[in-house]
Every structure is written in structure tokens, then in C-alpha cells.
């Protein structure tokens, strides 16, 4: 992702358009982000996988205790 500095903005706001439908463009003040730029369909895209994320508190029993093992078996190697 390419950072720009929030002043740039305005004087570059077409460029940045242009830029954000291939990827998204963070714009920085005083060194942190302070926005992201980016298409229509990288938003609703990413609108819609985090609403099929599931919380781990929201899963059953079952699929935590494999989590659980299987970071177990994993630290093991």
C-alpha cells in the first residue's frame, strides 16, 4: 500500500483516484495513518468478509479444542 502525507491531498486527489482502483492509498498526518483510499469494490469486498468472520468466543466447543490442539501440535515441532 502506498503512504502519501494528508497535505498531498488535495493537489493530488486525481492521482490518488486513479492509484486506489488498483490498490489501496494510506494518507498520513504526523506519521499515522489517518485515512485509506480506495475503490468502490476493494470496500464492498472487504465490507462482506468481515461479515462472514466469526468470533472464536462464538464457536462451539469442539472447534475450540482443535484450535487449541492443533496450536499445541504446532508449537511441538
Same mark, same amino acid.
Given at each position: 500500500? /502506498? +503512504?502519501? !502525507? #494528508?497535505?498531498?491531498?488535495?493537489?493530488?486527489?486525481? *492521482?490518488?483516484?486513479?492509484?486506489?482502483?488498483? *490498490?489501496? &492509498?494510506?494518507? +498520513?498526518? !504526523? #506519521? %499515522?495513518? /489517518?485515512? &485509506?483510499?480506495?475503490? $468502490? *469494490?476493494?470496500?464492498?469486498?472487504?465490507?462482506? $468478509?468481515?461479515? %462472514? $468472520?466469526?468470533? +472464536?468466543? @462464538?464457536?462451539?466447543? &469442539? &472447534?475450540? @479444542?482443535?484450535?487449541?490442539?492443533? /496450536?499445541? @501440535? $504446532?508449537?511441538?515441532?
Amino acid at each position: 500500500m /502506498e +503512504t502519501y !502525507h #494528508g497535505s498531498d491531498l488535495q493537489r493530488k486527489f486525481s *492521482e490518488f483516484q486513479r492509484q486506489a482502483q488498483h *490498490e489501496p &492509498v494510506e494518507i +498520513t498526518c !504526523h #506519521g %499515522r495513518c /489517518e485515512f &485509506v483510499l480506495m475503490s $468502490a *469494490e476493494h470496500y464492498d469486498w472487504q465490507k462482506a $468478509a468481515s461479515q %462472514r $468472520a466469526h468470533k +472464536t468466543a @462464538d464457536a462451539s466447543p &469442539v &472447534v475450540i @479444542d482443535a484450535i487449541e490442539k492443533a /496450536e499445541m @501440535d $504446532a508449537a511441538s515441532c
